[in-house]
């Protein structure tokens, strides 16, 4: 499985920005993906979250009614749409694929098997 990342950039605080995973694979809608991110100095730290159905989908609480997650399975894609950007999303963020997931699991890293390059996003204030 190969997952590609893109839509990164800079953006002034309060804007928008749309990320995309393309991922390669048949089975492909088999897949729970998230979306992690990693800010200098710090930990890498889930964001999001979509079951391989795009019907449950988790996010952290600090993107809550901000971002949005969602995955169509006939094109292989994972996108993150960001609004209300702060100084604080600024970060690299990675698209990975848990191809046997387990409930409750989701935002663990350790529990996904394959990940992105990432790309970096900056929010400037």
């Known amino acids: 499985v190969q997952l590609v990342e893109s839509g990164g950039g800079l953006v002034q605080a309060g804007g928008s920005l749309r990320l995309s995973c393309q991922a390669s694979?048949?089975?492909?809608?088999?897949?729970?993906m998230g979306w992690f991110r990693q800010a200098p100095g710090k930990e890498r730290e889930f964001v999001a979250a979509v079951r391989g159905s795009g019907s449950t989908t988790y996010y952290a609480n600090f993107v809550k009614d901000r971002f949005t997650i969602s995955r169509d399975n006939a094109k292989n894609t994972v996108t993150l749409q960001m609004t209300s950007l702060k100084p604080d999303d600024t970060a690299v963020y990675y698209c990975a694929a848990d191809v046997d997931y387990v409930p409750g699991t989701y935002n663990y890293p350790e529990r996904y098997d394959y990940w992105g390059q990432g790309t970096q996003v900056t929010v400037s204030s």
């Open positions: 694979g048949r089975t492909f809608g088999t897949y729970h």
